[in-house]
C-alpha cells in the first residue's frame, strides 16, 4: 500500500522547511505520495513538483484555504488543482491581501502592549507572500514573550488574547468553487479542531457535500485515535470519502511525515479518485478530475 500524506506545509506560507526540503524529508519518511498545501498560496508547488520528480515520489499539487462559516474559520483543502487557474488564483489574492491587512493589525495591537515593532519583527519569519499568526508567534518566542509557540498562542494571538483580530475570509461554498472548477477535490481540514457541536457538525459536513465538497481528513497530525474513528463514521454517514494528512510545519513540531496511522475500515478513500498509473515525472497529472 502506497504511504499518502494529503497536507503539508513550506515556508511559502507558515512551514519552515524549502519545498525541496519538504519532499527529501517525505521520501527519507516513506512518503510515496505527498500533497503540499500551503495557506492560500501556491508559490511552492513549482519546486516541489520538480524536486519530487528528482527523487521519485508523486506530488500532488495542493492549496489550505481560509474558510469563514458560521463566524467561525475553517480550512478547507484542495488537492489535484489546477495551479493556473485564474480564477483559483484571484481568490487567493484577496486571501493574502486580508492576512496582510489583519497581520498589520495583529502588529497594532501587539505594539499597544508594549512588544515594539511586532509586524515588521513577525515579517522578518516570513520567506513568501503571506504572513501568519505562526510568524508572530515565532517571534514573540525568540523575542522572550512566550516560552513555546503555543503559549504565544495563548497569551497574544488566539481567541479572547490581545493580538486576536477577527477576520472575515472566503465562504464556504465559494472556496469549494474554486477548487471544482481549478480540477481539484475540496477536503475538510483536521475537522476535530473546530469542536463543533453535533448540530453544526452535520451542518457542516451537509452544506459541505451539496457545495461539492469531496473529503474530510479522517486521519490527521491532530486527531486522536478517538477523532479518527468518529471521523471515519461521519464521513461515510455524509457521504464523503476519507482523506489522510499530517499537517507538516517542520521538524521541531509534532505532526511528523510518515507516522499517520491508515484510515480505519469502512471509510473510502480519497486517493480512489486519483489518476492510475502516473508517474512522478508527470507531476501535472496527478488528479484526476473531480
Ligand atoms: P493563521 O492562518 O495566520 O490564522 O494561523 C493559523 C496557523 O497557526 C495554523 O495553520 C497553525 O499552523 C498555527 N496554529 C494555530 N493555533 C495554534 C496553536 N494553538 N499552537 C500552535 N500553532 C497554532
Ligand atoms: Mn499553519
Ligand atoms: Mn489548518
Ligand atoms: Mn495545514
Request: net charge neutral; proline share 6%; glycine share 10%.
Amino acid at each position: 500500500m502506497p504511504q499518502y500524506d494529503l497536507h503539508s506545509h513550506t515556508y511559502y506560507s507558515d512551514g519552515e522547511l524549502a519545498p525541496a526540503e519538504l519532499v527529501a524529508r517525505a521520501k527519507a519518511a516513506g512518503v510515496d505520495a505527498l500533497a503540499v498545501t500551503d495557506h492560500d498560496v501556491t508559490a511552492g508547488l513549482a519546486e516541489a513538483a520538480t524536486a519530487a520528480a528528482q527523487v521519485g515520489l508523486r506530488l500532488i499539487p495542493g492549496v489550505e484555504i481560509s474558510v469563514t462559516w458560521e463566524r467561525q474559520t475553517l480550512h478547507v483543502v484542495g488537492l489535484g488543482i489546477d495551479t493556473t487557474h485564474a480564477p483559483l488564483q484571484a481568490g487567493l489574492a484577496t486571501l493574502r491581501d486580508r492576512r496582510n491587512e489583519r497581520a498589520l493589525e495583529i502588529g497594532r495591537r501587539l505594539t499597544k502592549k508594549g512588544i515594539v515593532d511586532a509586524h515588521d519583527a513577525a515579517a522578518r519569519y516570513a520567506r513568501g507572500p503571506i504572513l501568519s499568526r505562526t510568524h508572530f508567534a515565532r517571534f514573540l518566542v525568540d523575542a522572550g514573550h512566550a516560552r513555546d509557540v503555543r503559549q504565544a498562542f495563548l497569551r497574544f494571538l488566539g481567541k479572547g488574547t490581545p493580538g486576536h483580530v477577527p477576520s472575515e475570509w472566503v465562504a464556504l461554498d465559494e472556496a469549494v468553487g474554486w477548487i471544482r472548477a481549478a480540477g481539484g477535490h475540496a477536503v475538510i481540514a483536521h475537522p476535530a479542531r473546530y469542536r463543533l457541536t453535533s448540530n453544526r457538525l452535520h451542518r457542516l459536513l451537509h452544506q459541505f457535500k451539496e457545495s461539492g465538497g469531496t473529503a474530510i481528513e479522517v486521519v490527521s497530525g491532530s486527531h486522536s485515535r478517538d477523532d479518527c474513528l468518529r471521523f471515519a463514521h461521519l464521513a461515510t454517514q455524509a457521504g464523503l470519502l476519507a482523506s489522510s494528512g499530517s499537517d507538516f510545519h517542520g521538524p521541531d513540531t509534532w505532526m511528523q511525515l510518515g507516522r499517520l496511522p491508515p484510515l480505519p475500515d469502512g471509510c473510502t478513500p480519497l486517493w480512489t479518485q486519483f489518476a492510475p498509473g502516473l508517474t512522478p515525472e508527470k507531476p501535472e497529472l496527478l488528479v484526476s478530475q473531480a
